[in-house]
């Protein structure tokens, strides 16, 4: 069946433009994550989302940064008034067992 | 803080030998572990887990050993390949909540 996909798989956008990052988990799945990895780096913990469950907001780095999960499926990351420090792979990833997480391949986002 | 980290960020090995990739974490309330691959352009993809009440568990060509009493996680992949060149981070589940936290990734480079 189908994987977890992500949409755009590249942006480059302006600083201090908005972005959204849109992530479609595998049917089914109940739980959704968000993680950043900056280039050469380990993943980043941003969200969770896990069916109708307040999300685990723990990870994001500032208030820029929101994310929302539609019907429990499509999940959507907005980063308002990018910085060039925003710059990274956005990665999402799916889970229907407890930590077996399938992810998707990820959205590279650079800020000019 | 708690933190998974890894002793090598980078490992050449010659094709057709074995490649050892060693993970220290910190966190003794994790009870599960999971390595993952990621190749160029790609997100993460699972390989091998294990349980804490385990020491040792076998995939194919793949091997995870674990020693609690070092806090250390290992993988073993025998008659490495070159499709074998990737990124690979290990991951606990001690962090509150359902979350992973990876470790920063060691690269392997196969060499024909």
């Known amino acids: 069946g189908a994987g977890v996909s992500q949409s755009p798989s590249n942006k480059v956008t302006e600083k201090g433009k908005d972005v959204e990052l849109r992530c479609d988990p595998i049917?089914?799945?109940?739980?959704l994550y968000w993680y950043r990895q900056s280039l050469g780096q380990g993943l980043e913990f941003l969200i969770y989302?896990?069916?109708?469950?307040?999300?685990?907001k723990s990870g994001l780095p500032s208030d820029r940064f929101s994310a929302e999960r539609t019907g429990g499926s499509v999940s959507t990351l907005t980063i308002q008034r990018t910085q060039q420090e925003d710059s990274a792979v956005y990665l999402c990833?799916?889970?229907?067992?407890?930590?077996?997480?399938?992810f998707g391949p990820g959205t590279r986002l650079t800020v000019t | 803080g708690e933190s998974v980290g890894l002793h090598l960020p980078t490992l050449s090995v010659q094709e057709g030998d074995n490649s050892i990739i060693n993970c220290a974490y910190s966190?003794?309330?994790?009870?599960?572990f999971i390595w993952y691959k990621q190749e160029s352009g790609k997100g993460p993809q699972f390989i091998i887990d294990?349980?804490?009440?385990?020491d040792k568990r076998q995939g194919q060509r793949v091997t995870v050993l674990l020693n609690k009493t070092v806090k250390h996680l290992s993988l073993q992949i025998a008659a490495t390949q070159p499709g074998d060149s990737a990124v690979y981070f290990c991951?606990?589940?001690?962090?509150?909540?359902?979350?992973?936290?990876f470790g920063g990734g060691t690269r392997v480079l196969v060499k024909p």
């Open positions: 990833a799916s889970s229907l067992v407890m930590y077996e997480q399938y």
């Open positions: 049917s089914g799945h109940t739980a």
């Open positions: 989302f896990q069916g109708n469950s307040a999300p685990d």
């Open positions: 966190n003794s309330a994790s009870d599960y």
């Open positions: 294990i349980r804490s009440n385990m």
């Open positions: 991951a606990e589940n001690g962090a509150a909540g359902n979350k992973l936290t």
